[in-house]
């Protein structure tokens, strides 16, 4: 058992009675290939809410002042997590990211860059359009309901996936890209909520 599974295992075990997740679109996330999974953020909990319910190992890229974080700093690498300088065009987390595209593995990212401070879906930033532009990745939409209070039901949803072809064909701007993505992500909170 590898550790990011021992964590995975863990930490659902430990999540699951609280707030009682209920996982709906699993068969939308394709068995294998490189995956794009775009969620919303309204909590620090989301990171690993959407790794234990994804059905195949994600890896995040997540903000660089987590891996400056004593203990924690350690442990976020082995549990698939890269580094983002945030508010910069930081191009080592870009290679890293398509790298992992590239690999056929699971980029999770939260467009939105930060946690909703109202628990509504704000606006997505360039990046998620980037690495859907640039990849040949599936994109994958996820919502995560909420709030996240203890003993009520939390829901996580995950969209089938968006072609983006006809974008890619044309060249179409990140932004655009991020904003059908954005879209589709709204579309699933409304339908579920």
Do not use: W
């Not at 998620?128 to 990745?137: K, V, Y």
């Amino acid at each position: 058992m590898t550790f990011y599974t021992f964590v995975k295992n863990l930490v659902y075990g430990a999540l699951k009675p609280i707030y009682r997740f209920e996982v709906i679109g699993k068969e939308n996330f394709p068995k294998e290939g490189g995956i794009l999974l775009c969620t919303n953020h309204i909590d620090n909990l989301d990171p690993p809410v959407v790794g234990i319910t994804a059905p195949r190992p994600v890896h995040f890229m997540a903000k660089a002042e987590l891996f400056q974080v004593p203990v924690l700093g350690k442990i976020v690498p082995h549990l698939n997590a890269f580094p983002v300088k945030r508010g910069l065009s930081d191009r080592e987390a870009l290679r890293k990211g398509l790298a992992i595209l590239k690999e056929g593995k699971v980029l999770g990212l939260f467009p939105e860059g930060t946690r909703s401070k109202t628990g509504e879906l704000g606006e997505g930033l360039a990046g998620a359009g980037f690495f859907a532009l640039r990849s040949q990745a599936q994109i994958i939409p996820c919502a995560i309901i909420g709030p996240y209070r203890p003993f009520r039901r939390l829901k996580v949803v995950y969209g089938k996936p968006v072609s983006l072809d006809g974008m890619r064909e044309r060249k179409a701007s990140a932004e655009e890209a991020t904003e059908l993505i954005m879209s589709e992500i709204r579309k699933l909170i409304s339908e579920y909520r």
